[in-house]
């Protein structure tokens, strides 16, 4: 006779949810827009509140980019730390922790008196953007298979495209409706509307879909499958080999991590996304001002080509991870960056108002589509379990990149007075790092056996 008890683990073999349900659809809602949120306003939104931040703080140029500087470390501390943070307690608690400390952050910056105050505020946000972007990403191999998984990474990549979005029009209404403090303004509306998603992440984000009995026939001989099991699985109960299961889960953690480090796959796509990081930000820092000050554009048209940059990473955002499905990772990652070389050309080269149009739309078409690829290919090389762990790894390449790009590309322009070179230096980073990735091994359906 069966006893009326049952655990955890029964009543979820009982519930109807699968990696196959239709809930996918609203885990990858929640990632985009918590992306939106957390870096479109947080990290992005940065460049449209920045010169009138720079006027009411009196910093100079060289302090107004330190700002950047400090919310780069934050950012590139925390990727890797919460990849490794998410691997251990799951996405929903880290994602949402970190949208909570971006909103922080955001509200510090809005009331910040001083460069020192703005320079922390800056590295809050920092934190909190490491603790939802690559997390983010890396849950998408847990609700998705190598067949749908590209296109759900780069969709919910392309949240920062609708950030930007935003960001042009309405920075500069409410700049100009709160007038002396409107920037601060802008900070208090960027938090407020973060706040609003983190609710909304905590309500309806969930960590993997529950375990089905079919699930449980693909599992592992003690009972877990390797992409399915909670990140925290491991850590209740006794091991059936004795000793507590908590000291036998830190030690396959750490395991799981030498492994990360051990992985030719993991450094390669490290390389990629570091030459990609060099490259983005070159591009990315400098653009206005290339604009305005070199080729003499109005800031109104300047800040019409970076719309052109964010609706274009929107609608490409549905193509490349569809693509990425069919002919696999590495050809995809080549053939952006291949057009995001050629964009870099058009913007160094004085070829006219045509030439520039065309830039913004191959760098906008890709620009947040390589970090979705490369968190789909770290899903593809270790599983939905190790995908936490592995995107926190190589986030940290694209932040070394993002340090070295546009520090060299400042030189150049200083050297050249014109950021023209500083764009074919991009220009060619960007095709050194499209080789790269042509060269990458096409790991789809290596972690699929045990789903």
């Known amino acids: 006779m069966l006893s009326g008890r049952r655990t955890v683990k029964d009543r979820r073999t009982r519930l109807p949810s699968s990696r196959n349900s239709s809930y996918r659809w609203v885990i990858l809602a929640v990632a985009f827009f918590g992306i939106f949120g957390a870096l479109g306003f947080g990290r992005f939104g940065y460049s449209a509140i920045l010169p009138d931040m720079q006027r009411a703080l009196e910093l100079s140029s060289a302090a107004a980019g330190s700002l950047a500087s400090w919310n780069l470390a934050g950012y590139t501390i925390m990727g890797l730390v919460g990849g490794i943070l998410a691997s251990r307690f799951g996405a929903r608690l880290v994602v949402t922790t970190g949208m909570v400390l971006t909103t922080v952050g955001m509200l510090l910056t809005g009331v910040s008196g001083g460069l020192l105050a703005a320079s922390a505020a800056r590295f809050v946000t920092g934190l909190g953007n490491g603790m939802v972007m690559a997390p983010s990403i890396a849950l998408m191999s847990s609700w998705f298979d190598s067949r749908r998984l590209g296109f759900a990474s780069t969709v919910a990549a392309s949240g920062n495209g609708l950030g930007l979005m935003v960001a042009g029009p309405v920075v500069p209404r409410i700049i100009a409706a709160g007038g002396l403090d409107g920037w601060r303004w802008a900070w208090f509306f960027f938090a407020a509307l973060t706040a609003v998603v983190a609710i909304v992440t905590f309500a309806f984000e969930r960590d993997r879909p529950y375990e089905t009995p079919r699930d449980r026939q693909t599992a ?76 003499q554009l109005s800031a109104e048209a300047a800040g019409s080509l970076f719309l052109a940059v964010g609706a274009s990473s929107l609608v490409f955002g549905l193509i490349w991870g569809a693509v990425s499905d069919r002919i696999g990772r590495g050809p995809t990652l080549g053939t952006i960056l291949a057009l995001q070389g050629v964009a870099a050309c058009l913007f160094g080269f004085r070829l006219g108002t045509a030439a520039l149009i065309l830039s913004a739309i191959f760098f906008g078409s890709g620009v947040f589509g390589v970090p979705g690829l490369v968190g789909a290919a770290c899903g593809d090389g270790f599983g939905a379990r190790l995908a936490f762990m592995s995107l926190g790894f190589v986030t940290v390449f694209i932040g070394i990149g993002m340090v070295i790009g546009p520090y060299v590309g400042g030189l150049l322009a200083d050297h050249y007075s014109s950021l023209g070179p500083s764009y074919l230096l991009a220009a060619g980073v960007f095709l050194l790092s499209a080789v790269a990735a042509f060269c990458l091994r096409d790991a789809r359906g290596e972690c699929s056996a045990s789903v």
Request: aromatic share 16%; with cysteine.
């Open 220 to 295: 592992s001989p003690d009972g877990h499958n390797p992409r399915l099991v909670s990140p925290d699985a491991s850590w209740a109960g006794e091991s059936p080999t004795g000793g507590s299961a908590e000291r036998r889960g830190r030690q396959v953690w750490v395991a799981d991590f030498v492994d990360v480090l051990r992985s030719g796959y993991a450094w390669h796509l490290g390389v990629v996304y570091c030459l990609y990081g060099v490259a983005f930000l070159i591009y990315f820092t400098f653009f206005q001002k290339r604009l305005i000050a070199d080729l």
